[in-house]
Every structure is written in structure tokens, then in C-alpha cells.
């Protein structure tokens, strides 16, 4: 039911969500990488790092580029988030 309220927080996640997503997608075009679902597609740290590579016009030089198990894809995570501090980027508005 709550969904069907536009002001549900259910429903404003979701507005975000899809907004981020094609925001996303519309800088990755660039590289031919897209976002389906943003809880999954950015699991491994690949896109993530694609999409900073983009935005900041500079290469992230070493990172796992085909991560098979969970600490490769947290390693890349780590070091987008590194990329992220040291570029002064100021996260807000992040949730869950």
C-alpha cells in the first residue's frame, strides 16, 4: 500500500533510485557500461569505478578488473571510496 502514496518513504526511495540510476547511465554511456539494478550492479566495485573514472576525467590505474571472489570486489570498493576521499568529494544524503 505504501507505494501507491507518492510521499511514502517507500515511494521516494524509489523516485531517487530511479533518478540516480539514469543519472548514472547517462555518464556511463561513454564506456558502454549500464546500471540495472544500483543494490547489485555496483557489487563488485567495476562500475563504480568506471562511473568516478568518467566524472573526474582521470584513471584509476590498479584495481581488480576481473574480481571472482568477495574481497577482490571489496577491494574495489575500498579503493573507489579511497578515490572518492582523496578527490575532497563530500558524500551526503547517503542511506542504507
Known sequence: MSDTNPTSPDAWRKI???TFTRWCN????????????LETDLGDGLTLIALL??????????YN???LSRPQKLENI?????FIESENIR??????
Not at 573514472?53 to 590498479?62: A, F, W
Not at 558524500?91 to 542504507?96: D, K, Q, S
Open 16 to 18: 531517487q533510485q530511479n
Open 26 to 37: 547517462e555518464h556511463l554511456k561513454c564506456v558502454k557500461k549500464y546500471i540495472y539494478n
Open 53 to 62: 573514472q568518467v566524472l573526474s576525467h582521470k584513471e584509476i590505474k590498479r
Open 65 to 67: 578488473k576481473k574480481p
Open 78 to 82: 575500498f579503493i573507489a571510496l579511497k
Open 91 to 96: 558524500l551526503v544524503n547517503i542511506g542504507e
